[in-house]
């Protein structure tokens, strides 16, 4: 499983690790998991973007949000990364 974070990257600067990342001949056997932040405005069309994009491009691909305001954490790349794995964790669990 591979966690890549953002917090306000543009979609291009995504697309283009993703771009870069998808031309591996491993791709097929990534499980990729892009953990963004719920407070950037775009962020909902930042999500279906890169899953309309990259669907059937790698094993498995989410992209997991991590709420805003959650008592005792720290808005950061941080708590995305933890939030991401442990939600892709669990995904690959079920």
Do not use: W
Request: glycine content about 6%.
């Amino acid at each position: 499983m591979i966690v890549m974070c953002a917090c306000k990257e543009p979609l291009e600067v995504l697309v283009a690790s993703l771009d870069s990342l998808k031309q591996q001949t491993v791709a097929k056997h990534l499980f990729f998991v892009v953990a963004l932040e719920e407070k950037p405005p775009d962020v909902t069309a930042k999500t279906q973007n890169l899953i309309n994009r990259y669907a059937g491009v790698f094993l498995h691909l989410m992209v997991t949000v991590h709420p805003f305001g959650v008592p005792a954490e720290l808005p950061g790349k941080s708590s995305n990364s933890k939030y991401g794995a442990r939600q892709g964790v669990a995904q690959m669990h079920d």
